[in-house]
């Protein structure tokens, strides 16, 4: 048997149409269209593509982009005197900095200066804090954990009362992944690096979600059959004889865990394109709640 393969193209291309009718129902009522400043600091250029792809994707949709390149040897009050200016521009929805910021510049400061009706990333500790919380709702989820949970939604998964584990504890992914389906009512095991016996917690995971960055994670033989398997890695590895020498994998063997599994998400074309759908839609999110046209959580 072989799993069915979850296609995160085609949701993501959901969400992005869901968004974009959303950006003209806003322009058609007479508001602004929404708007997202990117901030790029140094030339990395893993991050210079996603923010380009980013960027990107605002145009297809209708959301202007408003983007920042600042050099590497960018200061902390630098940095921070812009994302103010950004916080204070009424026709800036969201903003997102780009990370991994270069080591001068204390990330927390940074994350926790944007203001939370901006956070369009979810990082900021006041939206993860709301995200804890029973009976609060953030005013945005991160976007990669969130896309996740569309997928398994789109997907038919049954979360309510399933055994779930996730692999991974990053403040990005694995802590959000954990509170949005505890949210769902699942069950949640969270494994990591310290975790003493990764497979005896799988074998009993109705879904596994594993964002660890390391190759080879889960196999089919620690997996339960019929389970449903979200691989959030991106791993780069080594590929002769292939034209740019490396080729992208996920934390998930997936030859031998799709014939196991009972529907699983491949690298690439699963989560990844699920995270700048659902930044898309946290931005619009935002000039709804600007708008009025959705309601703001209370703080
Ligand atoms: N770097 C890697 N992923 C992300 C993300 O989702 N948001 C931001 N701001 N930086 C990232």
Do not use: W
Not at 41 to 55: F, L
Not at 153 to 159: D, H
Not at 181 to 201: G, K, M, N, P, Y
């Amino acid at each position: 048997m072989s799993a069915e393969i979850i296609d995160g193209r085609a949701v993501a291309r959901k969400v992005r149409e869901s968004a974009s009718a959303r950006v003209s129902a806003l322009v058609a009522a007479g508001h602004a269209a929404p708007g997202l400043a990117t901030v790029l600091v140094g030339q990395d250029p893993a991050s210079d593509t996603y923010v380009r792809m980013k960027r990107r994707s605002c145009e297809e949709l209708g959301i202007r982009s408003i983007h920042h390149a600042l050099p590497a040897d960018t200061s902390e009050e630098e940095l921070l005197a812009l994302v103010a200016a950004l916080d204070a521009d009424p026709s800036v929805d969201g903003i997102l900095v780009q990370l991994p910021l270069p080591r001068q510049i204390d990330e927390k400061a940074v994350l926790g200066a944007i203001g939370i009706r901006k956070d369009v990333d979810g990082f900021h500790p006041h939206n993860l804090g709301l995200l804890a919380m029973k009976g609060r709702e953030p005013l945005f989820r991160p976007c990669t954990p969130a896309g996740v949970m569309v997928l398994l939604r789109e997907s038919g998964v049954t979360l309510s009362g399933a055994e779930a584990v996730v692999i991974g504890r990053s403040n990005i992914v694995g802590m959000p992944m954990a509170m949005l389906l505890i949210e769902a009512d699942a069950t949640v095991t969270v494994c990591h690096s310290r975790t003493r016996d990764l497979a005896a917690h799988l074998r009993r995971a109705d879904i596994v979600v594993s964002a660890i960055g390391r190759p080879a994670t889960v196999t089919g033989a620690m997996l339960k059959p019929g389970a449903t398997v979200i691989d959030v890695g991106t791993n780069r590895v080594d590929a002769p004889g292939t034209q740019s020498g490396s080729r992208l994998v996920g934390d998930v063997d997936f030859d031998s865990a799709v014939a196991v599994a009972g529907r699983i998400t491949p690298v690439p074309g699963g989560v990844g394109p699920m995270t700048i759908a659902m930044l898309m839609d946290n931005t619009v999110r935002s000039a709804e709640m600007r708008a009025g046209v959705v309601a703001i959580p209370a703080l």
